[in-house]
């Protein structure tokens, strides 16, 4: 069998609760407690028929469920469970198959009053519980460090709960650089995680050690994100594209995916590599904090939900994505120019109001001029670059990442709603304005921007 599926995260939480529990329940069967038995029969044709004593043991477990709610180990692997795509189906496949160890009728009239996520994690634990130790009566942890083919086991049935479904059902892996995050795992939407290699162990050893068909040789400072869907790896591949996009927009726009990704179909072992259509070189590292997590869910979210399509946004939104793909800051800064002027200079660059514009966006009053000035100083390099005259100089290069920088945030505000989709108009605005005026009464759109901020926050 192959290594679990299941994250190491919900592994660790559910192995860690097992050995929990087994105190509680051992300690109360050496203090005197027993475990119920049930008389059965078998008849093997018209012999005699053979009885023999069946431990009730999850009868035995569920009687002792307050006092297993109380571990903190039951917290933790309850939330882990909550997180767990298949639940539903691990829930409906044990209720499906009777009871590991345990009394059907007592289980059935608990069924119905399990309303909620939480609740339905808590009997999902339970059964996880009847079916490490099905048919014991001791409970002693020295068994299941003796017998570790039980939890693997279970595991096991577990895993199958989340790789159960259509048969279409595809699942991709890929390697994501430059970002950074505090958890191990990261669980953006249901099926779609970001996770550290440690924490997927499942993945393909190629994915694991970082080997993409990008750099030569293995990134050990990487990440994975992995996807599961019922759609075509196409559709899966867009998903991914649509991820890349929020995650440059929510930082500094250095993130890239490999040019490859693994995927398999079902809960099939082969994995097969797909090209993704992305590339570049991450430069610098994106830090997501534990704090932030909340925020670049929902962020990640509202970008899939509002990315524009077919128009002068989108258009922008592709030359800062083909930007951010370039080797270096120079490569890059001319498509963050024409992403700027297709916002920002309708007339077209003869009009000279780009720099302005930016500065007016971009900048409190008392700066706005120095900002013009270093846009004008951008325009220039942007020349130096196409003639071949640069001098790679680090101020250059400083000054080519700050206008990436510049019109990340632009995009962010008005697919966030911060901002209108009319910029050019909003900036000229804001230069003929008052000082004490700022860019949200400007802007005239306070109740969207503070929904979304909400949102966001």
């Not at 399990?114 to 001791?138: I, K, S, W, Y």
């Not at 008005?414 to 230069?431: K, M």
Request: hydrophobic letters at 40%; aromatic letters at 4%; glycine letters at 10%.
């Amino acid at each position: 069998m192959r290594a679990s599926e299941l994250s190491s995260g919900l592994q660790d939480a559910l192995s860690e609760y097992v050995q929990a529990a087994a105190g509680i329940l051992h300690a109360d069967v050496a203090s005197g407690a027993e475990v119920e038995l049930e008389l059965g029969a078998r008849r093997a044709g018209t012999q005699t028929p053979f009885y023999s004593c069946r431990p009730l043991t999850g009868r035995f477990i569920a009687q002792r469920e307050s006092h297993l709610a109380r571990l903190p180990e039951h917290a933790a692997a309850a939330g882990a469970l909550m997180e767990f795509d298949g639940l539903d189906r691990y829930l409906a496949g044990r209720g499906g198959e009777g009871s590991v160890g345990g009394d059907a009728r007592f289980r059935s009239r608990e069924r119905g009053a399990h309303a909620g996520t939480h609740a339905r994690a808590t009997t999902a634990l339970r059964l996880f519980l009847e079916d490490v130790f099905a048919e014991q009566t001791d409970f002693d942890r020295s068994h299941i460090d003796q017998h570790p083919e039980r939890l693997a086991a279970a595991l096991a049935r577990m895993e199958r709960a989340e790789l159960t479904s259509t048969p279409d059902t595809v699942t991709l892996v890929a390697t994501l650089h430059g970002l950074t995050t505090a958890s191990p795992e990261v669980k953006l939407t249901r099926g779609l995680t970001i996770a550290t290699p440690d924490a997927l162990r499942w993945a393909p050893e190629a994915a694991l050690a970082g080997i993409d068909g990008g750099e030569p040789g293995p990134d050990p400072g990487h990440l994975l994100v992995a996807l599961t869907c019922e759609d075509e790896a196409a559709d899966g591949r867009e998903v991914l594209r649509d991820l890349l996009r929020a995650l440059r927009l929510f930082g500094d726009g250095r993130v890239t995916l490999g040019p490859l990704a693994w995927a398999r179909a079902g809960g099939e072992d082969a994995w097969s590599t797909i090209a993704l259509g992305t590339g570049g070189r991450p430069h610098g590292m994106l830090v997501v904090t534990a704090e932030q997590e909340d925020e670049l869910r929902a962020f990640c979210n509202l970008v899939s939900r509002r990315a524009p399509h077919r128009n002068e946004l989108a258009w922008a939104l592709r030359r800062f994505e083909l930007g951010c793909e370039r080797e270096n800051a120079y490569e890059a800064l001319t498509d963050h120019l024409l992403a700027l002027r297709a916002l920002l200079e309708p007339e077209g660059p003869a009009s000279g109001r780009l720099a302005g514009r930016v500065a007016a966006l971009c900048a409190t009053p008392e700066d706005r001029a120095e900002l013009t000035e270093r846009m004008t100083r951008a325009l220039a390099l942007e020349r130096a670059v196409i003639g071949g005259a640069i001098a790679r100089r680090a101020s250059d290069q400083a000054l080519a990442r700050d206008v990436a920088d510049h019109l990340r945030a632009l995009l962010r505000d008005v697919i966030c709603g911060h901002l209108t989709h009319d910029l050019a108009t909003l900036a000229d605005e804001l230069l003929t304005a008052p000082a004490e005026e700022s860019v949200e009464e400007i802007a005239g759109d306070a109740g969207e921007s503070r929904e979304i901020l909400d949102v966001l926050v």
